[in-house]
């Protein structure tokens, strides 16, 4: 088994690095290229990258954008933004990039089915936005988290297992740029329902939310924005990754 | 002296990562799909991702399947597969009803995992691998050096002495595979870093 990853999440907004709270209030962090060598000389497990304007604006994710960072990158990476389409995912695989994240268009299960049998599962990242609604408790959120769907995330994990996606990346929206610790409860639901690595996504604040992800959430990664991206609680920008990343594996 | 390097381009479409790798490491390689380069070449790279089906479908498409296995059984250029390339050498694969290039004595199975909480598939992530046979492919490879992982399927040889190194998911199973002028890796050098590029280093420069 390999050791649980430790994954840094850069959103792009336009040609900028930016950083939510809760999914809103961005803040311009700096240029993603850089932040993006940075994270390659700390020899970061993996990186994601996200247009979160992407899916709303009705395009996907800049290829010149993807093609860059392939350029800079000696690292596995995946990106993810308004992909709606087989041809936009050859594009992006043939740059020399290892799975695509796929969000809102995910809804669309044979999309993700189609996706998974032209490129193989391993290719092929689902991204799950959750958010608690009033009267009906957790339910699937898509396009940067605006709309509701009608799917609870346990049932809709299940779902992108059978078609073929090959990772869920869990992300309860309320814990977005918080800092204060995973939804653990909802990342074991899904991660003990599923047979695909899940990726625990948002409000990690510090090493013990990090293990307890792997620990208690039963995770096969732990993602994160703000804890790479922000020296301390004060959100002074300063890109960092643990040196020691191996210390993981002892909570697996 | 230089070899002439061709990266086989059968349209898996994910060729880049090699090619990058191995710019950076300052070799001179071409990348085709034509019969005539693989004739000429003095080695060659299997590369690429996706389904075992429809690569071994692109392959037989650009009528590449009868040059391969003259390049590789008759005058025995070194080959190196990388992941779905090492896979496409074996004879069949649970993946698929289409045979494979059969170059291996060799079976591709889907993980078969009891502990599906703690043992996720795909496998995907860093792991180290354990030697079982000292090879060129791995000199100045340190034993503690990890390598990238991203895949469902993997390989069952029938026999144990093509075995390199093995890797743990649940079970063990073959990371590495050398036969003959026949070499293969599960993981993905392209993406591994510095160990990754001294094994494309090796294979490029074995004698």
């Known amino acids: ?252 | 002296m230089s070899y002439k390097i061709v990266i086989v381009d059968y349209g898996s479409g994910n060729l880049s990562s090699v090619e990058r790798s191995l710019s950076r490491i300052g070799v001179d390689f071409k990348v085709s799909g034509r019969p005539e380069d693989i004739e000429s070449a003095d080695k060659l790279i299997l590369a690429g991702v996706g389904h075992f089906g429809s690569a071994m479908q692109s392959l037989k498409e650009r009528n590449l399947v009868e040059p391969l296995e003259k390049a590789v059984l008759t005058d025995k250029k070194p080959v190196l597969g990388i992941c779905l390339g090492m896979e496409l050498m074996a004879q069949s694969s649970e993946e698929s009803d289409a045979p494979g290039l059969g170059w291996l004595d060799a079976s591709v199975i889907k993980f078969r995992v009891n502990d599906t909480v703690r043992y996720k598939v795909p496998h995907i992530g860093w792991s180290r691998v354990t030697t079982k046979k000292e090879s060129r492919l791995m000199k100045g490879v340190d034993d503690s050096a990890e390598f990238y992982f991203l895949h469902a399927y993997h390989l069952v040889l029938s026999n144990q002495s093509a075995l390199l190194s093995e890797c743990v998911h649940e079970r063990n199973y073959a990371a590495s595979i050398e036969s003959g002028n026949i070499f293969g890796v599960q993981y993905h050098p392209e993406k591994s870093r510095e160990a990754g590029l001294q094994l494309l280093k090796n294979f490029v420069e074995l004698q």
Request: glycine letters at 10%; charged letters at 25%.
């Open chain 1, 1 to 252: 088994m390999s050791r649980p990853r430790l994954i840094p999440v850069l959103l792009l907004s336009g040609s900028g690095l930016v950083k939510s709270v809760r999914f809103k209030g961005h803040r311009y962090i700096g240029d993603p290229l850089n932040a993006a060598r940075i994270f390659n000389e700390l020899k970061a497990d993996e990186l994601i990258f996200l247009d979160i304007q992407a899916s709303r604006e009705g395009r996907c994710i800049s290829l010149d954008f993807v093609n860059e960072l392939a350029e800079e990158l000696t690292m596995p990476f995946s990106v993810g933004g308004g992909i709606t389409s087989i041809e936009q995912i050859r594009s992006i695989v043939r740059a020399g990039v290892e799975k695509v994240v796929i969000g809102t268009h995910a809804v669309e299960p044979d999309f993700v089915r189609q996706a998974a049998y032209e490129f193989g599962s391993s290719t092929i990242s689902v991204c799950i936005d959750v958010k608690k609604t009033f009267w009906r408790g957790d339910r699937v959120h898509v396009k940067n988290g605006r709309v509701a769907t009608q799917y609870d995330p346990i049932g809709f994990a299940r779902s992108m297992e059978d078609a073929g996606a090959g990772e869920l990346i869990i992300q309860p929206i309320d814990r977005d740029g918080t800092m204060s610790g995973l939804d653990v409860a909802l990342i074991n639901s899904i991660s003990t329902q599923v047979t695909v690595p899940v990726v625990a996504l948002g409000g990690a604040g510090n090493t013990a939310d990090l293990i307890e992800g792997i620990q208690k959430g039963m995770a096969s990664a732990v993602a994160a924005g703000s804890l790479f991206v922000f020296r301390d609680a004060d959100r002074g920008v300063l890109i960092n990754y643990p040196s020691d990343k191996r210390f993981l594996e002892n909570y697996a």
